[in-house]
């Protein structure tokens, strides 16, 4: 039999046994016999919560399984507007005799998480960006006043951002890449976040653990609230004694979170060590190897892709692809495992990503296909030979009617080209609160 993971985030492989894609597990037979599906309104201290039936997301804790010995976590369950939940008869009490008459029977199959289109997903992603952007800047403001952050209103963002990435991985991802100097900090926040929610996916996290990791990626820099704006901000090259200043972010905001109890420890890890390396030549302790945590590591990587990718104030973003590459090459500096997996979620070729096909025309990647890392949608508009532009065309590689091919990535540099974000962004690449110039000839 073949029953559902309560509330799973579709994660591959996962603790819980997800398996990504149809969202199903399959649970060993004596396992299966100690959950049970319940009212909500049934539950009461000294059960095992093993889960809700609703999306992880709607979850009002931030573990979906433990043994409920507080009230006020009782009184949250029962007024979280959530039907029904798993408890687990193997580690906590059971429920009444009239209530077990009322149990329901385990069901075949969960519903599957709802997949939006690429472009249906960008149009919530621009609008996501936008409140998710205003929600940041104001934990930020709280942050430099001393005050504690609102868990209450920073676990909603984070269950949005990780609803875009389960609907779309792409869309969210590629649009948070789209930042001004001006909100670098804050929207790099929700960058990573979403980031470390797809890279959990793809590492097979668990309901519990996607959702820390992206509380994590929302926080990694709350340190920088606390570091002088003038530092931060510096559009030209920090001196030495402004980057070790710059480099306090870490511990700043790992002794801010550290003092909240209402947030996840792992959080606090992450903001410590994601600037850390894997050969122990990061900063602030230069710690190593098996030494980081998971979660450490894989900040690690996203914060890196995010920045590298990013338009700032000294430099302009690298393509996507390129970043990857250069990435992979940089040794010491990633966990591989990790890094293999965050190429795997974005694809070799992410969204945005200049190629060269063989048939001798540059594209720009729109959307991954599940059919091939390497065969992604792409929006042809540039000849080689003669060099020119061509009309644009929206071309699917997985196709099998298709035979052309990417030959690999291309220089943006080498043919001068404007900026390419409109050829997978659209008019939401030119919306007034992305701020971007495109179609805006580089100077030079
Ligand atoms: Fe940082």
């Keep these: 039999m073949v029953a559902h993971s309560p509330g799973c985030c579709g994660g591959s492989g996962g603790s819980a046994g997800c398996r990504r894609g149809d969202n199903t597990v399959a649970l060993p037979q004596e396992k299966m016999s100690h959950l049970k599906k319940i009212n909500v309104a049934d539950l009461r201290l000294g059960m095992y919560l093993h889960g809700f039936d609703e999306a992880w997301i709607k979850n009002p804790f931030w573990k979906s399984k433990f043994l409920l010995r507080d009230y006020a976590d009782l009184q949250a369950a029962w007024t979280s507007g959530i039907e029904t939940c798993w408890i687990d008869l193997s580690k906590g009490r059971d429920v009444s005799k009239k209530a077990q008459e009322e149990a329901f029977e385990l069901p075949e199959t969960e519903a599957e998480p709802e997949a939006t289109s690429f472009d249906e997903e960008l149009e919530r992603a621009a609008i996501l960006c936008k409140s998710a952007r205003a929600a940041t800047i104001s934990m ?139 050969d122990g030549g990061g900063y602030p302790e230069g710690v190593s190897g098996g030494k980081l945590s998971l979660l450490a590591r894989m900040g690690a990587v996203c914060d890196v892709y995010d920045a590298i990718t990013s338009n700032r104030p000294y430099k302009d973003g690298w393509d996507p692809a390129e970043s990857l590459a250069r990435m992979a090459s940089w040794k010491g500096h990633f966990d591989q495992t990790v890094l293999s997996a965050f190429v795997k979620s974005l694809g070799i070729y992410p969204t945005g990503a200049l190629v060269k096909l063989s048939s001798g025309r540059l594209a720009v990647v729109v959307e991954q296909t599940k059919a091939s890392l390497t065969k992604p949608i792409v929006r042809v508009f540039f000849r080689e030979e003669p060099p020119g532009p061509i009309d644009v065309e929206l071309v699917d590689l997985s196709d099998p009617a298709v035979k052309d091919s990417i030959v690999g990535r291309e220089s943006r540099e080498r043919w001068n080209l404007p900026s390419l974000e409109s050829l997978w962004a659209g008019q939401l690449a030119a919306r007034d609160h992305l701020d971007l110039d495109v179609g805006k000839e580089k100077s030079k």
Excluded at 142 to 164: F, K, T, W
Excluded at 204 to 230: M, Q, S, V, W
Excluded at 255 to 278: K, M, N, Q, W, Y
């Design 140 to 278: 930020f403001n709280e942050v430099r006043l001393g005050n504690a952050i609102n868990v209450d209103s920073c676990l909603p963002l984070v269950a949005d951002i990780a609803a875009s990435v389960l609907r779309n991985p792409g869309a969210l991802i590629s649009l948070a890449r789209l930042k001004t100097s001006d909100d670098y900090t804050y929207m790099h926040s929700v960058a990573v976040c979403a980031l470390m929610v797809s890279l959990g996916r793809t590492l097979g996290f668990d309901e519990e653990a996607c959702r820390e990791a992206g509380i994590a990626g929302l926080l990694h820099d709350i340190g920088k609230a606390l570091t002088p704006a003038e530092i931060l901000n510096k559009p030209s090259q920090l001196s030495d004694e402004e980057f070790t200043i710059i480099k306090r972010h870490t511990v700043l905001g790992h002794a801010f979170l550290t003092g909240d109890r209402s947030i996840p420890a792992a959080a606090g890890e992450v903001c410590l060590h994601h600037h850390e390396r894997i």
